[in-house]
Structure formats: C-alpha cells, structure tokens
C-alpha cells in the first residue's frame, strides 16, 4: 500500500527562509506531506494547543539551526525548543540538522545577546544527543535532508497516511488481524517445540528417572571356536541414553546405527565390572547387545518425551531402512545434556 508521511518542520523563520524552502522541496520530492509552521505566529502563546496537535498527528519531526536561538516562549526558551521537546517527550522519531559553521554566517542570521547565545548553545548539546546532521548551506541542506530522511524512514518506521480508497474495508481488517494472531499464535507453537515437552508426556519417565538395560555379552575363553554367551542388565538414565544417541541424530541415524551406539553405551558402563569378574578371568569380551525389547522400548520413550522422530526426507526407492532424526525440542535437551559449560 503506498503510504505517505507528514513531517513537522521546526526552525527559527526569518533567518532561514530559503533553507526552509529548500527542505520543503526535499520532501516534497519524497512524496511527504511538510507541516510548516509559516501560518502559525511563534509569538502567539494561544497556537501552542494548535502546533502540539499538528506534531501529534505527523509522523516525523525535522528541526533546522542555524545562527538564531529565536523569539522566546513564556518558559523562557524558544518556541523552536519547545516544539523540539515536545516532540521528544512525545517519541516522534527526530532528526536535527545543524549548521556545520555558524561563526560564518552574517550578523543578521547570527545570535548577538550572549543570554540568547548562551541558550542557543544549550539547545545545540541538547539536539546532538540524538540524529543529528549538519549543512553549510540551503542546496546543501536540501540534499543532506533527502538522504537523511530516507535513512531515518528505515530505521524508524511510522504508520503514515493512505488514500481513503485504499483502505481496507472493516471486514477486511478484522479477517488480516485474525490471521496476524493465527501467525503469532502458530510462530509460539514452533517456539514452545523447541523449549517444551510435549503435553502428556509430564508423567512418563525421562531425565535422571533410572532406567534398567538388559543385555547379552559375547565372550570367548580362547580354547575353542566356540563363543559364550552372558544374559546381564545394567542400570543407566534417560539422559545418558539420550546424551549418547542425540548427536548422531542431528543428521540422522538409522536403525542399526541406533543398536550400535546403545551397544557401546553399554559397554562403557560395563566392561569394568566384567573384567573384574573373577569368575570370567581368562575370557575375551567380544561385543554386546541390547535387548531387543528394551531397544523397542527406547525408541517408543523417546518419542514420546517428543526428542526424536522418524524422519520424512525422501529417499531412493531401494532404501528400506528406517531413519530417525531429532525433533527441535531434542535439539535443544541435547544442548543442555552436551555442550561445554563455562567454569564458574
């Protein structure tokens, strides 16, 4: 929708004329609606409520300052400050522009009261604080405007103003804000995936609950060809389950690789104890092998705690294998059960 914006422009008036018009023409060229002051009496305390109005209703505010503090209002400053202040309590975005060597400029457009000189230096450390630009003079000032605004359109965006014609009906309206909330209320599902169980699974075993693995140990005592099998169980948790499969998951795993890796976690956990197994001094532990059922059971207990799922990217035809890969909220569990943290 093609908007247009009203910019307030605020300056002292007979000292700066032509820079005046020439920011006017800027804006004008931007397609902007300039609120000028030329028709409101700075002098006139009763068009005070009339200029916070027009302030109020534009989108951005533009001050101009050259060598003169102007008139003063009955605070004691000028009026050109008081707007200023005024649209900075208010929060219009703002843009100042300042001339870049006031010393130059002629008497007539220069501050001689030292009271007023003094403000007008007040003034100037007040306005840089924020946006600020400087011009040596009025074609300079119109250019520096003009690429200025354009940059402050960007980094502050306002509401604007539209052709009647081109405004939503109000049934229109009322169907894109509910879409609007269907996105946020869709884009904090996505973000509650990544952070969250999912619900139901408050009451299933997961994190430090104790877990028994029950295994078979292939062993061979070295006198002949054939092998021996020892039927055992060790006990673990769902996060060192988790933690020694998760990583392999990020890129997918399928199920062999899955067998394999909860094969090794038994192993770490239990060739210790084995080998300290006097009964078992002289043979050679071969491999292990988790149970079939408590593999079967990993996987449904995973996926129920919503850490992994079966992955949906498309494959050749001839590959039959059944992959898993992590959901966002495995992600982010990983993380907390992997990645290095900070010594305190």
């Known amino acids: 929708m093609d908007k247009k914006y009203q910019v307030f422009v605020s300056s002292t008036y007979t000292d700066l004329k032509d820079e005046r018009q020439e920011v006017i023409k800027a804006l004008l060229e931007l397609d902007c609606f300039p609120a000028s002051m030329e028709f409101f009496p700075s002098t006139d305390d009763d068009q005070w409520t009339l200029i916070k109005q027009v302030i109020d209703d534009c989108d951005y505010y533009i001050v101009i300052i050259g060598g003169r503090y102007g008139s003063l209002s009955s605070e004691g400053i000028s009026y050109t400050e008081k707007e200023y202040r005024y649209a900075l309590e208010t929060g219009k975005p703002i843009i100042a522009f300042l001339h870049e060597d006031p010393d130059s400029l002629p008497k007539n ?29 009025a074609v300079d000032l119109g250019s520096v405007v003009s690429r200025s605004f354009i940059k402050l359109q960007k980094s502050h965006p306002a509401i604007g103003w539209v052709k009647g014609n081109l405004v939503p009906e109000k049934d229109s309206s009322i169907e894109i804000l509910e879409l609007k909330r269907e996105i946020e209320r869709l884009k904090q599902q996505l973000e509650d995936a990544k952070t969250k169980a999912p619900k139901g699974s408050e009451n299933l075993a997961k994190g430090d609950d104790e877990v028994t693995l029950k295994y078979i140990c292939k062993l061979n005592d070295g006198t002949t060809f054939y092998d021996s099998y020892l039927n055992s169980s060790v006990n673990t948790t769902w996060n060192d389950i988790f933690a020694q499969i998760a990583p392999l998951l990020i890129s997918e795993m399928d199920e062999w690789q899955m067998r394999e890796t909860l094969n090794r976690l038994i192993k770490k956990l239990c060739i210790e104890t084995l080998k300290n197994n006097k009964e078992l001094k002289g043979y050679k532990i071969k491999s292990f092998e988790i149970n079939e059922d408590d593999y079967q059971t990993i ?36 993380n907390q059960l992997r990645a290095i943290k900070r010594e305190q």
């Open 109 to 137: 457009k220069s501050e001689l009261n030292p009271e007023t000189s003094n403000k007008l230096e007040e003034f100037k450390e007040l306005v840089q604080k924020k946006m600020c630009k400087y011009w040596k003079d």
């Open 299 to 334: 996987k449904v207990q995973l996926r129920a705690l919503g850490l992994m799922v079966q992955s949906d990217k498309k494959r050749a035809v001839s590959d039959k294998k059944t992959y898993w890969t992590l959901t966002p909220y495995g992600d982010t569990v990983m």
